[in-house]
């Protein structure tokens, strides 16, 4: 189910270092894999995306890892800059419904 | 293109008042509309979600509830705000069911603050 009493885990990285966000989904059926981010006071938005039928995908700076066997997804970040600062949210897509569930979110602290 | 606009922005609001936080989407047609909250430093909650006109799913039971009067507009009420109504809510759409791949797009959200 959706994680929303907990608070978020942080993640603290220097800038131009890679960052590695991850993430265990709950449901094996799940067919597509969203991560969002979300700067403060804003709506969360797209950054990229995955089908189950793959187990990576490459955007720019940004890699979506995709591990079935144990159900996790990571969002690898390379070069990370201090704009990056934000919570990153994973979220499944769980057939048949097609709700999007979400991950308990990931806060990212870039420090200069 | 499609955007979606949400208002408003930010309101503060005493206990027992009433709620009305709107959501419009433009340039699509028959989306599917959802009502999230987020309390601060926390997760995304599904409140409600709306595959058409009239047709709205509560995810969790609450002093709030939706309406969908127009295709493209989500309305989330509540008749007697509580304190714990605080948080930011966030409308967001999805093309209907039948195009597969389910991308919600999110507004800008609603701060909503209860005294």
């Known amino acids: 189910g959706e994680n929303v009493g907990l608070h978020l885990p942080t993640l603290s990285v220097q800038e131009g270092d890679n960052s590695i966000i991850n993430c265990a989904y709950s449901n094996s059926a799940s067919d597509y894999f969203i991560w969002y981010k979300q700067e403060s006071g804003k709506g969360p938005q797209f950054i990229i995306d995955i089908r189950s039928n793959m187990d990576k995908r490459q955007g720019q700076r940004v890699t979506v890892l995709l591990n079935k066997t144990v159900k996790h997804l990571s969002l690898q970040i390379a070069a990370t800059q201090p704009g990056d600062s934000a919570v990153y949210f994973c979220?499944?897509?769980?057939?048949?419904?097609?709700?999007?569930?979400f991950g308990q979110g990931t806060e990212l602290s870039v420090k200069p | 293109s499609q955007t979606i606009h949400q208002w408003p922005a930010t309101l503060v609001q005493p206990v027992g008042s009433p709620l009305s936080l709107e959501c419009t989407v433009e340039?699509?047609?028959?989306?599917?509309l959802y009502w999230y909250r987020q309390a601060a430093g926390r997760g995304l909650q599904l409140l409600f979600y709306s595959i058409g006109i009239d047709q709205i799913s509560s995810e969790v039971p609450q002093n709030l509830s939706a309406s969908r009067p127009q295709d493209r507009q989500f309305i989330l009420s509540s008749k007697k705000l509580l304190l714990s109504d605080s948080g930011f809510y966030l409308c967001?759409?999805?093309?209907?069911?039948?195009?597969?791949?389910?991308?919600?797009?999110f507004g800008a959200g609603s701060r909503l603050t209860v005294l």
């Open positions: 979220a499944e897509n769980s057939p048949p419904g097609g709700k999007l569930i």
């Open positions: 967001a759409w999805s093309l209907g069911r039948s195009s597969g791949a389910n991308v919600l797009t």
């Open positions: 340039g699509t047609s028959n989306p599917n």
